[in-house]
């Protein structure tokens, strides 16, 4: 008999709670400062992890921010003063390492969002935000109930709505302002 909804859901959110007891209380901090430093932000992940971003990069906008989605035709270069954010759960991806390569190489600085803080994409950021959560790397054993790597997945979306929130803060915007910036193209 398989289980039900709620027993699912409750080991679920305690998975998640978990990763966040792992984490130091200011592991948020040098993305935030990281973010309040740059004049322009670029936001790229594979996957899940990209839609991840993909929301992160709209709540940066919610802020006021100058914040954009790699890929996008509307995306602008990078320089210095700026900021690329990636995510590489599992230490690395391809594509990350070159666009990681890339920023640095125009004069951004270079942040990476991973549960493997050891891996390569973190050797070459200058910011790194630990999230230890099981990936797809790491997901064969049954380690987690949710399936692959969703738990760094929801880690991730929960992570990012606590870094806007500590982020509105700092900026002094409000629900408000926030909802002001939201699209009305929906």
Known sequence: MSESLKSLADRALAEVAAVFARMPEDAADPLIAAILGAKRIALYGVGREGLQMKGFAMRLFHLGLDAHVVGDMTTPPLGAGDLLI???????????????????????????????????????????????????????????????GSLYETTQMVFFELVILALRDRLGETAESMRARHTNLE
């Open 86 to 148: 990636t995510s590489a759960g599992p230490g690395a991806f391809s594509t990350v390492l070159a666009l990681l390569g890339v920023a640095r190489g125009a004069g951004a600085r270079t942040a990476v969002i991973t549960a493997q803080p050891q891996g390569e994409a973190a050797r070459i950021a200058d910011v790194v935000t630990h999230l230890p959560a099981q990936t797809m790397a790491d997901d064969r054993g049954g380690a987690s109930v949710l399936p692959m």
